[in-house]
């Protein structure tokens, strides 16, 4: 059964990276998947929000940040430091050299993609803070997750994973907060 998903990853891992890439993908995914992308918009967030608290005195952005950052230290110390170690899968450009590798391998482990989980833990914090962006802010997330496929870093099955993950604590810290914000008057 497992030699049976992992031959269905593997293929699916080929499929996506060598014959779905193209000259769009060979340019969008590695910026996609680098996080310096992200920084700036995830700064312009931070700083609206910051104004808003100021301005308006509304919290909730202030709020947002604070989970998101309790949730991607969560999830990122649960997929790195605990999951990959256990489970101890190779990447895929560690194994292969038939591949389109489009970024640095990079050292780690393959199981689960930390890149697709943190993204998703922001995409569904955000997306449960701000209920009107809960369709479009998964997609984020789910393009991340795809382009460590497409640069060579991950399988299939290690960026599902990430995303089941990532949206696992997103939501369990934001319901934390909920919980929290029952019981405290200030928040």
Not at 6 to 16: P, Q, S, T
Not at 51 to 63: I, R, S, T, V
Not at 123 to 137: G, M, N, T, V
Request: proline share 4%; glycine share 8%.
């Amino acid at each position: 059964m497992l030699e049976s998903i992992l031959n269905a990853d593997e293929f699916l891992f080929y499929f996506i990276n060598t014959n779905l890439s193209n000259f769009a993908t060979d340019v969008a995914m590695p910026l996609i998947t680098n996080i310096v992308f992200w920084i700036p918009l995830f700064g312009v967030f931070c700083l609206f929000q910051l104004w808003n608290a100021y301005k308006n005195k509304e919290y909730k952005g202030l709020f947002c940040i604070l989970c998101i950052g309790i949730g991607v230290l969560i999830c990122d110390q649960i997929s790195s430091t605990l999951i990959k170690e256990l489970v101890g899968r190779p990447r895929p450009c560690h194994i292969f050299t038939d591949i389109s590798l489009l970024v640095n391998c990079g050292a780690g482990k393959s199981f689960p993609s930390s890149h697709a989980a943190n993204s998703m833990t922001t995409a569904i914090i955000i997306s449960l803070f701000y209920r009107k962006h809960k369709y479009w802010l998964p997609l984020l997330a789910i393009l991340v997750g795809l382009s460590r496929i497409f640069v060579g870093v991950h399988y299939p099955f290690d960026v599902l994973c990430g995303w089941i993950l990532g949206a696992g604590i997103g939501v369990g810290v934001y319901f934390l907060y909920s919980k929290i914000k029952q019981n405290s008057r200030h928040i």
